[in-house]
């Protein structure tokens, strides 16, 4: 294959570069043999020359680190190709790509907003080609671990503090809607907390009299799932707000469960 062929004299062309110290021009070549190799569907040498290429930025330092961080990402990606499968491999790359985007920020060349930037596009590129090569598990990890990120983010920029809150929520409620054990514990605890307001304030009541714990877990089941209030009677203004507030966190919570079973079947 004549594409294949010129993607080899890049890189034998990059190898010379880099014996005689020319690491810039050597990364060049093999990138462009990365890039070749991969047309041609040959991933694992594509993979090679990218973590060759990203080598030679490395060694370069300062701001190289970033192309190198960059090519890094490229050769863990074709080394999960479904092809190859080399995970092993990927892990190695996907280790030195963070390193490098550390190294970025730690010598100066890019800002903590940058480095979380990189870091969530690096975390989506690698999921979605974990998620297409089967790897559900780690594809899971990794998107728990972007959305920290994401969330981290918004806590830097006073404009999106709203938004941090509502992420917090959203990952302590049900871990960004990979955790149906989770919200079910907190579903638990909110229809235990309304029941024993209802119960031992004597907010509602059933043909005049108080209700048993019981009765009153059923009657915050009841309105949870907005099927009406049936024969209870709210005794106060302070019974319907508290009511109202069931009803408001039970629709909250129904949508956190919508997200966990849409996450779970599009994966």
Partial sequence: NQVFASALNQV????LYAEHQDLLNAGRYFARAGSAFATVNAFHESAKAYEKCGDMFAALKGEFFVEAAKHYKFAAMHYINPKEKEFVNYISMF?????????????????ERSYILYITNLYSDVQETLNRNGYYKEEKELYVEKMDYIRKGYRLDKKNFGKYIGMSIWKYSCIYGESAVLWSFWIFMQLLFFSYLFRSFGLVVKEGMILSFGESMFFSIDIFAT?????????????????????????????????????????
């Fill in 12 to 15: 034998k062309c990059a190898e």
């Fill in 227 to 267: 099927l009406g209030f049936g024969n209870y009677e709210l005794v106060s203004g302070v019974a319907r707000f508290v009511a109202a507030m069931d009803v408001i966190s039970g629709y909250f919570m129904m949508a956190m469960l919508i997200t966990i079973f849409t996450r779970k079947l599009t994966r």
């Fill in 95 to 111: 280790e030195k790509t963070l390193k490098s985007y550390e190294e970025a920020k730690a010598t100066g060349n890019i800002n």
